[in-house]
Every structure is written in structure tokens, then in C-alpha cells.
């Protein structure tokens, strides 16, 4: 019991007559978890991992996402921002596995030019 309700259980209720019984009621709202918008997420794969657009797709719906957060409309916000979350993780995976390929090519169209090279400089020849 805390010193306040200590006291109050000591002295009691006021014992006023003929004076009517006030009450004060608290409502105390439960501490909901704020929403994330993955707003920077999105404007990274936008900028950076934007294969086929997922990344402004993603970008859009953060923003959608913001939206309904700032009305107040907290499953909305929840529904964008999953949506969000499922563009960015996919044009992330995207965009990482195009970016090997890119690197797999380049290097080995730089091995097959380096060997078509050596053979030419072998046989005498100019490239």
C-alpha cells in the first residue's frame, strides 16, 4: 500500500452530511505499441534497391502507413506498414541477388576478354 492510500484508508471517507458523494473515475488508456512505418526502409530501397519499383511501392505505402497513424486509424496504419515491410524485405532480396549477378557477369566477361587477349598476344597478332 503506498503512503497516500494509507492515509486514506486511516481517515476515511469525508463524513459530510447531507452533502451528496462525489466520485472521480480515471480512465487510463493501455500503452498501445506505436506503429512503425519503415518510412526510411523504404526510401533506402527506393533510392538504392528499387528493382521493378518495389522499393517506391514500399515508399508509398510508409507514407500510407503514416497517414492513418496521424488520424488515428492505428489498424490501417498497421495493415500499410506490413505491406511496406513485405516490399522492402522483397526488393532488398531482389535487388541484393541482382546486384551478385551484375558482379558474377562483369567478372566473367572480364575473364573471357582477358583470356580472348593473352591467346591474340600469344599467336602475334594485334587484339
Same mark, same amino acid.
Given at each position: 500500500?503506498?503512503?497516500?492510500? $494509507?492515509?486514506?484508508?486511516?481517515?476515511?471517507?469525508?463524513? $459530510?452530511?447531507?452533502?451528496?458523494?462525489?466520485?472521480?473515475?480515471?480512465?487510463?488508456?493501455?500503452?498501445?505499441?506505436? *506503429?512503425?512505418?519503415? /518510412?526510411?526502409?523504404?526510401?533506402?530501397?527506393?533510392?538504392?534497391?528499387? &528493382?521493378?519499383?518495389?522499393? &517506391?511501392?514500399? &515508399?508509398?505505402?510508409?507514407?500510407?502507413?503514416?497517414?492513418?497513424?496521424?488520424?488515428?486509424?492505428?489498424?490501417?496504419?498497421?495493415?500499410?506498414?506490413?505491406?511496406?515491410?513485405?516490399?522492402?524485405?522483397?526488393?532488398?532480396?531482389?535487388? /541484393?541477388?541482382?546486384? /551478385?549477378?551484375? /558482379?558474377?557477369?562483369?567478372?566473367?566477361?572480364?575473364?573471357?576478354?582477358?583470356?580472348?587477349?593473352?591467346?591474340? *598476344?600469344?599467336?602475334?597478332?594485334?587484339?
Amino acid at each position: 500500500m503506498i503512503k497516500e492510500e $494509507h492515509e486514506v484508508a486511516m481517515l476515511g471517507a469525508p463524513q $459530510h452530511r447531507g452533502a451528496p458523494v462525489t466520485s472521480t473515475v480515471i480512465n487510463i488508456q493501455p500503452e498501445v505499441p506505436p *506503429v512503425a512505418d519503415h /518510412i526510411v526502409w523504404s526510401l533506402f530501397s527506393t533510392l538504392f534497391m528499387n &528493382f521493378c519499383c518495389l522499393g &517506391f511501392m514500399a &515508399f508509398t505505402y510508409s507514407v500510407k502507413s503514416r497517414d492513418r497513424k496521424m488520424v488515428g486509424d492505428m489498424i490501417g496504419a498497421r495493415s500499410y506498414a506490413s505491406t511496406a515491410k513485405c516490399l522492402n524485405i522483397s526488393a532488398l532480396i531482389l535487388g /541484393i541477388l541482382l546486384n /551478385i549477378g551484375v /558482379i558474377v557477369a562483369v567478372v566473367f566477361v572480364a575473364i573471357i576478354f582477358s583470356e580472348m587477349y593473352y591467346r591474340s *598476344v600469344q599467336r602475334g597478332g594485334g587484339f
